[in-house]
């Protein structure tokens, strides 16, 4: 397919928010790199296409000036607060200003320190378990109740937050996911998303104060640290906060929810995993490369770049599609099948190169002690409808809410029957 040949394909149509794949599966067959005047740019489905562009090709991540020239001007000023916050993002960012704040991040989430989150994890989802068991035995939504708070709570002690302030971390995170979900610009969810950034800079803000006074063992003493030595900047501190609330806590909690309705709908295989811990490792990758959290990556080619023939050219946005390469069979042997056991696995779930995610090891973590404790403490689990709803964005995929039933047992049921 020569260079600037659009192909026939719609990924904004609103079946791909439901269920992308079978689209994925026809792209794939068809033409898996091609150009889409319905958004202006390219989009790459292919698994080396998408292994290539996120690694080796002249690519920025820099994007959040594109496409504001065409914005009326009062929109510009309105969302400019908003554009200014992303800009500090290391996500998306290029060297070396990314290599910078990556290594105050990759510090903040560095094995040892990830591992000594694990009992404070363990206790989280047990406590959220418990909670939920009283209010409501036997039911239970899996999103609401137990996969959107926890990475919340995780976050909250990691950053420094008071506990009790995760339900702001919840709203301030929802309301930017929101506006990242946007197909059309919505004037209330842009407002949201203004009114949760200011509200989570100046909260931020107060305990990088308290925290110059008075350091702690956590993640907002270590950046004022590191902005005393002149490391780092304070708007890059509030900016990195809402980074991390954002993408810790969307992708954590889209795992969690993906993998468990995986599972849900294999119910042999989660009797399986359920009786031989020794596959949860292996199980877990297999449930970020069957239901990728985040779906999409986009760049801008820097020069031309040049694959199987094709010309993309310089200036030009390219759409990848990392839930598509993790569905390519051409990498992945009968990629619609779950195989607990597949090996290897090298899905891009947390993606590749050098943005691969700073918080896959801790969102790993809590998929494998969630997931663990769910199939431990919760016998009889299934599904209570069998149609979910989805959000609406084709960047993250994950769900709105997930209902399930259960029947606690032994010595669950005696400890945490209604009083």
């Given at each position: 397919m020569p260079s600037g040949l659009v192909a026939k394909h719609d990924l904004t149509a609103p079946e791909v928010y439901v269920d992308p794949y079978p689209v994925y599966e026809r792209v794939l067959a068809d033409s898996p790199l091609f150009r889409s005047e319905q958004v202006?740019?390219?989009?790459?489905?292919?698994?080396?296409?998408?292994?290539?562009?996120?690694?080796?090709?002249?690519?920025?991540?820099?994007?959040?000036?594109?496409?504001?020239?065409?914005?009326?001007?009062?929109?510009?000023?309105?969302?400019?607060?908003?554009?200014?916050?992303?800009?500090?993002?290391?996500?998306?960012?290029?060297?070396?200003?990314?290599?910078?704040?990556?290594?105050?991040?990759?510090?903040?989430?560095?094995?040892?320190?990830?591992?000594?989150?694990?009992?404070?994890?363990?206790?989280?989802?047990?406590?959220?378990?418990?909670?939920?068991?009283?209010t409501k035995p036997g039911e239970l939504d899996l999103v609401q109740d137990f996969a959107h708070p926890l990475p919340l709570i995780v976050l909250g002690r990691m950053i420094g937050v008071e506990e009790g302030d995760e339900e702001k971390l919840k709203i301030w995170s929802d309301a930017i996911a929101r506006f990242f979900g946007l197909r059309y610009l919505n004037l209330d969810m842009i407002r949201a998303a203004l009114t949760s950034l200011d509200e989570a800079y100046s909260h931020f803000g107060r305990i990088c104060d308290k925290r110059r006074q008075h350091p702690q063992n956590d993640l907002l003493s270590a950046f004022v640290h590191a902005q005393a030595s002149g490391a780092v900047e304070q708007a890059e501190i509030l900016a990195m906060c809402t980074l991390l609330i954002f993408a810790g806590h969307e992708t954590t909690t889209n795992f969690i929810a993906n993998g468990m309705l995986t599972l849900l709908t294999h119910p042999k295989d989660m009797e399986r995993l359920r009786n031989t811990p020794a596959l949860m490792d292996s199980a877990l990758e297999e449930l970020l490369r069957y239901e990728s959290p985040l779906q999409r990556a986009t760049r801008l080619a820097l020069e031309d770049i040049h694959i199987d023939n094709i010309c993309i050219p310089k200036g030009d946005r390219i759409f990848i599609i990392l839930g598509a390469a993790n569905r390519d069979p051409e990498m992945f042997a009968q990629p619609n099948v779950v195989n607990l056991e597949r090996d290897p696995n090298p899905h891009l779930a947390f993606g590749f190169g050098r943005h691969f995610c700073s918080g896959a090891a801790l969102s790993r973590l809590e998929g494998k002690i969630g997931i663990e404790t769910l199939l431990r403490r919760l016998p009889g689990i299934h599904l209570k409808a069998t149609q979910q709803e989805w959000h609406n964005s084709f960047m993250l995929r994950g769900l709105r809410s997930l209902p399930v039933s259960f029947w606690p047992t032994g010595a669950w049921a005696s400890a945490l029957a209604p009083e």
């Open positions: 202006d740019g390219w989009y790459a489905l292919r698994y080396r296409h998408v292994r290539y562009l996120l690694k080796d090709a002249p690519v920025s991540s820099r994007l959040t000036s594109v496409g504001m020239s065409k914005l009326p001007a009062s929109l510009q000023g309105m969302i400019g607060p908003l554009l200014e916050n992303f800009s500090k993002w290391c996500v998306l960012l290029d060297p070396p200003e990314h290599t910078r704040l990556r290594g105050l991040l990759n510090r903040a989430f560095s094995a040892n320190l990830i591992n000594k989150l694990t009992v404070d994890i363990d206790l989280a989802v047990n406590e959220l378990l418990n909670k939920a068991i009283r």
